[in-house]
């Protein structure tokens, strides 16, 4: 793993918030992006994992991969996840912001 100090965060974890025009192509907002990455922010802090050396959620703009979304990515370890609700979040933040174990089921390739 990276080291705090060159990274700044332990996991840095972005939700793809993209909102596109209604009728165009799919996008993560439409998913719910929004209000889960809200969701996540809470359950870090509320486990005391938020903070600088520790762990911090951000939205993040189009990352191009709606289609297969919503969609988030962690780093430094470049994980990529889809979810579909609160038990999801859960899911990731315990297994692999907590335990360093990815959620197999729900990676992106």
């Known amino acids: 793993m990276t080291s705090t100090s060159a990274t700044h965060y332990r996991h840095h974890v972005f939700f793809c918030c993209n909102q596109r025009e209604p009728g165009g192509r799919v996008c993560c907002n439409d998913a719910g992006a929004s209000r889960?990455?809200?969701?996540?922010?809470q359950q870090v802090k509320k486990l005391g994992l938020a903070?600088?050396?520790?762990?911090?959620?951000?939205?993040?703009?189009?990352?191009?991969?709606?289609?297969?979304?919503?969609?988030?990515?962690?780093?430094?370890?470049?994980?990529?996840?889809?979810?579909?609700?609160?038990?999801?979040?859960?899911?990731?933040?315990?297994?692999?912001?907590?335990?360093?174990?990815?959620?197999?089921r729900l990676r992106l390739p």
């Open 36 to 41: 889960l990455r809200d969701y996540a922010k």
């Open 51 to 104: 903070g600088k050396g520790r762990v911090r959620v951000n939205q993040a703009g189009c990352m191009e991969r709606c289609e297969e979304g919503p969609c988030l990515v962690i780093y430094p370890e470049a994980v990529w996840y889809t979810y579909r609700s609160e038990a999801d979040i859960d899911e990731i933040i315990r297994s692999h912001v907590q335990n360093g174990e990815p959620v197999t």
